[in-house]
Nanobody, 131 residues
Framework: QVQLQEFGGGSVQAGGSTRLSCATSGMHSDYCMGWFRQVPGKDREGIASIDSGGNTNYAASVKGRFTISRDNAKNTLFLQMDALRPDDTAEYLC??????????????????????????WGHGTQVTVSS
């Protein structure tokens, strides 16, 4: 059984940094993994992906500020978040699916049942950025 749990988050001043981690179990190292975020009343948005080969993709809104990485030996996914802005305030969720083909496609809006059902999800962690 695949399980994911996020750690980190909390309140951060604008311009500051924080790092999220996602502990996983029951997964193979060839899984595609990513981070999504969601604001109440808006669609879930994929913001970063990483495949089994370490290839990454980012949404334009976070590119150059956020860095996704994974430690397969420790079954952990990370998201380093720098130069944070108030509009980064959201619930952040880690996600995974089997196989790395098309992994970059995580970076998209995900609100339909097909997309939501394609991934294993963590429960989410809140990040609040104050100005």
């Amino acid at each position: 059984q695949v399980q994911l749990q996020e750690f980190g988050g909390g309140s951060v001043q604008a311009g500051g940094s924080t790092r999220l981690s996602c502990a996983t179990s029951g997964m193979h190292s060839d899984y595609c993994m990513g981070w999504f975020r969601q604001v109440p009343g808006k669609d879930r948005e994929g913001i970063a992906s990483i495949d089994s080969g370490g290839n990454t993709n980012y949404a334009a809104s976070v590119k150059g500020r956020f860095t996704i990485s994974r430690d397969n030996a420790k079954n952990t996914l990370f998201l380093q978040m720098d130069a944070l802005r108030p509009d980064d305030t959201a619930e952040y969720l880690c996600a995974a699916r089997g196989g790395s083909a098309g992994c970059a496609g995580i970076v998209r809006r995900c609100s339909d049942a097909y997309c939501l059902g394609s991934y294993y999800w963590g429960h989410g962690t809140q990040v609040t950025v104050s100005s």
